[in-house]
């Protein structure tokens, strides 16, 4: 889970450079707030279960969901 939120943060950041070096701060701070809420939902964690191994749950990378959710992409 860690290390799924190290690369979250630093998806977040280099999104928020990128809008508030294209214009300035209140419409890229409205675009930045817009981007989010649309691409959010579609972020994806991905690793795997086991039982028998501790600890159970082990990220490996992010992605996002496309295609209405049927098709992953990691980066």
Sequence with gaps: MKIFLKI???WMVAVLV????????VSA????????????PSIVAIGTYSIKETPRIRFYGTGFAVGNGRYVITN
């Design 29 to 40: 701070h409205a675009r930045l707030v817009g981007v989010i809420k649309t691409v959010k």
């Design 18 to 25: 990128l809008f508030l070096f294209q214009a300035g701060s």
């Design 8 to 10: 979250f943060h630093v």
